[in-house]
């Protein structure tokens, strides 16, 4: 299945933002770990969970700190694993019990499960975390109003019950993290479901005529979301407040060069790369050098650059990850290919990297017979992953083999949440074709893809980082 093309400049600022000074944050790690760390809230930032826990794990093999495996559980529940997920948070011996953020997600794991003796307990023990009365019972409610939302947004079948929902929640007296989660939701609600523009203008002047300290992860939000729909002049205004708030920080050099970017002014988003690696010399900000290069067509330079990562960080498999992606978007596809071949030699394990390079060859009908050995291979290891199934449904329909083409694509769509997938509607039409070739219009019938849902799943997914 085709995977969305990340945009590395929007990816990293979401991880450097994370409560706010992030030698502060990761200083108790070392310097191994805390890149896979990093890379990890990257992949989550566009929901990839399945690279973020990955990533994770790797972090953790590094450092053996417990932090990691909570947040891979998270990540597993955000999946659905919710089994697998809660045995995470079991099997975690050295992690204190009066860490908010463990009780916390236990409890919600465990209530998704309906292990009422763990869920009793977690709850129990968060409560007895706040000493004041108001406390308790703010975290309390704004934790009951997201279990309500996660159970319920799938029922919905109009928007403005979803709003209603949110803008209800928000009237409730609950905890200032639960508020900043339910408010980025509704603004992204009115940005890219509604699009409403009025609403739009007036959640942001009003977030930033009422802006405090507390409010900066939810504005870094807002200005995702602004940069990302093409609301640029309102992205401006978010802009000025946010690099007056990190001057000189390296989120200050990631906004500005966001903007720049989404300007298309080349010069100065050289200029802020260039100031960027002076103050702040590491891999991070030569990965976005890396892909200004490949956007500004030198890919001379671009492959010094990943030769140079390369030699540094032998067992990143995120910088080929991210020098693919640029090619990709560059059209440089015979370039990507190349890339993909080290990689997968290098990463065997790597099961999702040999699914995308499959669907890279067969979308550009480039090694057919390659792509349907990759994809054999990744459907082999992972046979209930729905986008390694699509990718060879997909391989065997552009081979003209519908028989097998059906067989894969029944299974991908076999799977529980399949229709709720964010690349549902990239599934559908696959389905829609084999089954179309087959003659086998009542079957295509039989399946309804609910549009709202994958809009709202987006919604409530782009905002869990301001959760975590």
Known sequence: MKKKLIIFLIVLFAY???NGNTTKKYEKYDSIATHYLLNALMFEEFTDFERAIINYETAYNQSNSSTFLINKAV????????????????DIDDMPKHLLKYRYYQYIMSSSVRNENISKEALNDLIK????????????EGMFLLEKLLSNYKKYNKASYFELFLKNALLRDISQVHREFFSAVLFKFYSSVEVNNEKVINYVDSLLENYKESDYNQLVFVYDELIATKRLE????????????????????????TMEKAKGNSKKTRKIISSAQDSYPGVYFELMSLQQFVNDKEFKNANIVYNNLVAEHPEDKNIYYRYIMSLIENDQIDKAIEIYETAINKFPEEISMRNNYAYLLVEHNKDIEKALELSNYAVEKEPENISFLDTLAWIYFIKGDYINAEIYIDKAFDQSGVLADPNSMELFDHYKKIKTKLIKYDDIQKIKINELTIALNECITSAMNLLK
């Open 16 to 18: 450097l933002s994370l």
């Open 75 to 90: 990540d597993e529940y955000y999946l659905g694993n919710d089994e697998n997920a809660l045995k995470i948070f079991e």
């Open 129 to 140: 975390l706040y000493s004041e009365k108001d406390s308790k019972s703010k975290i309390k």
């Open 234 to 257: 309102l992205a401006e205004k978010v802009h000025d407040v946010l690099n007056k708030v990190r001057y000189l920080d390296p989120e200050y050099y990631i906004f500005s060069y």
